[in-house]
């Protein structure tokens, strides 16, 4: 069923279409990522169950020449610990406004198990003009703005022979990384709130309602919110990564999407600063007397690529936005909208020139 208003509402609340049976346009179909079922995945209840079943996984991988995103962070570095002459690709922003101490971590991990390690550098030129058009034609819909960035890094490993990629992207979710989403026991309003990305009515003309995604977990006046964040962020976050390496014809595996915790998550103990306490204990395994890194999120230059847009202008829009009200990931959000829009709508003025964005 096509319902244009509700897509681009459901874009900007949760970063994808949530709904599979609406789309933007005739002929076009988003498909959203099947996640395996709970009882398909494998409990660990400490470090060393979720230890073995990394390491049952990559014995499956014998075959494969492998890759892996490494970021400074644990995920990803417990991980290349598995991954001994292997390569490695870490993000670089060209311009240096990114952490150098992230950049070094990396280096330390990969030199500490001996991989090759590789920069992915990434500015708008190089990454998303190249590369977000075929992403959000093969979605069916605006992107997540590190799926170009994931793509790059994807065609990149290609040319060096990899065959399969490695990442660590649903250690966050399943282990309790998500600490500020966790950080309490939220009412119903408060959460709803914190979680929308981008307030539909604060940016659209006509729209409509997320509500009814919030009620579904809704216990009287609180939420739940755990079971809310393992239902829908990680179908979101699942499928940026999905469509990417899916668009550049390169394999990909997530060691830790096949677990599941044994016993509930202690969020006393998240709460106290302990988040993702069963990973932490496995990175002090794997990398004895070093700090355990805090969590950092992918690099993603969005504050920089927008610091002097001035909004979006397609008719959908509201005509009164400040762009200083919003962050850059919030302005990607808006630009990538309209950019896709115009991919399957454009709009002309009144002579009949069609407009055109870069």
Same mark, same amino acid.
């Given at each position: 069923?096509?319902?244009?208003?509700?897509?681009?509402?459901?874009?900007?609340?949760?970063?994808? =279409?949530?709904?599979?049976?609406?789309?933007?346009?005739?002929?076009?179909?988003?498909?959203?990522?099947?996640?395996?079922?709970?009882?398909?995945?494998?409990?660990?209840?400490?470090?060393?169950?979720?230890?073995?079943?990394?390491?049952?996984?990559?014995?499956?991988?014998?075959?494969?020449?492998?890759?892996?995103?490494?970021?400074?962070?644990?995920?990803?570095?417990?991980?290349?610990?598995?991954?001994?002459?292997?390569?490695?690709?870490?993000?670089?922003?060209?311009?240096?406004?990114?952490?150098?101490?992230?950049?070094?971590?990396?280096?330390?991990?990969?030199?500490?198990?001996?991989?090759?390690?590789?920069?992915?550098?990434?500015?708008?030129?190089?990454?998303?003009?190249?590369?977000?058009?075929?992403?959000?034609?093969?979605?069916?819909?605006?992107?997540?703005?590190?799926?170009?960035?994931?793509?790059?890094?994807?065609?990149?490993?290609?040319?060096?022979? /990899?065959?399969?990629?490695? =990442?660590?992207?649903?250690?966050?979710?399943?282990?309790?990384?998500?600490?500020?989403?966790?950080?309490?026991?939220?009412?119903?309003?408060?959460?709803?709130?914190?979680?929308?990305?981008?307030?539909?009515?604060?940016?659209?003309?006509?729209?409509?309602?997320?509500?009814?995604?919030?009620?579904?977990?809704? =216990?009287?006046?609180?939420?739940?919110?755990?079971?809310?964040?393992?239902?829908?962020?990680? /179908?979101?976050?699942?499928?940026?990564?999905?469509?990417?390496?899916?668009?550049?014809?390169?394999?990909?595996?997530?060691?830790?999407?096949?677990?599941?915790?044994?016993?509930?998550?202690?969020?006393?103990?998240?709460?106290?600063?302990?988040?993702?306490?069963?990973?932490?204990?496995?990175?002090?395994?794997?990398?004895?007397?070093?700090?355990?890194?805090?969590? /950092?999120?992918?690099?993603?230059?969005?504050?920089?690529?927008?610091?002097?847009?001035?909004?979006?202008?397609?008719?959908?829009?509201?005509?009164?936005?400040?762009?200083?009200?919003?962050?850059?990931?919030?302005?990607?959000?808006?630009?990538?909208?309209?950019?896709?829009?115009?991919?399957?709508?454009?709009?002309?003025?009144?002579?009949?020139?069609?407009?055109?964005?870069?």
């Amino acid at each position: 069923m096509v319902d244009k208003n509700y897509c681009i509402s459901s874009y900007l609340a949760f970063r994808y =279409i949530e709904d599979d049976s609406k789309d933007f346009y005739p002929g076009l179909h988003h498909q959203n990522i099947v996640l395996p079922p709970e009882d398909q995945k494998r409990p660990v209840a400490a470090a060393d169950d979720i230890d073995r079943e990394i390491a049952k996984q990559f014995c499956a991988l014998k075959s494969e020449k492998l890759g892996i995103l490494l970021s400074g962070g644990m995920d990803s570095a417990i991980l290349a610990s598995y991954m001994r002459g292997c390569d490695a690709y870490t993000f670089r922003f060209l311009d240096g406004l990114y952490q150098e101490e992230e950049l070094q971590r990396a280096k330390y991990y990969a030199d500490y198990y001996g991989l090759n390690l590789h920069y992915v550098d990434i500015n708008w030129e190089k990454t998303v003009t190249p590369y977000l058009d075929r992403l959000m034609r093969a979605k069916a819909a605006p992107v997540h703005s590190i799926e170009p960035q994931i793509m790059q890094a994807a065609l990149q490993a290609k040319s060096d022979g /990899v065959t399969r990629m490695v =990442i660590g992207e649903s250690s966050d979710l399943l282990f309790g990384g998500m600490d500020q989403l966790l950080s309490q026991d939220w009412t119903f309003g408060d959460f709803m709130r914190r979680y929308i990305f981008t307030q539909p009515e604060k940016v659209l003309n006509q729209p409509v309602s997320m509500q009814y995604l919030f009620e579904r977990y809704q =216990i009287g006046e609180k939420i739940d919110f755990c079971s809310f964040m393992d239902d829908v962020f990680s /179908v979101e976050s699942s499928s940026s990564y999905l469509n990417a390496f899916q668009t550049a014809d390169l394999p990909y595996t997530d060691p830790y999407a096949c677990m599941r915790m044994a016993e509930l998550l202690d969020l006393k103990r998240v709460r106290s600063g302990e988040s993702k306490y069963l990973i932490r204990e496995l990175f002090k395994m794997k990398y004895p007397g070093i700090q355990v890194p805090e969590k /950092v999120p992918m690099p993603r230059p969005t504050d920089y690529y927008f610091k002097t847009w001035r909004g979006p202008t397609r008719s959908e829009f509201r005509n009164d936005l400040n762009m200083a009200d919003f962050t850059g990931d919030q302005k990607w959000q808006m630009w990538c909208l309209e950019r896709f829009l115009d991919l399957y709508e454009p709009e002309t003025d009144d002579s009949g020139a069609v407009h055109t964005r870069s």
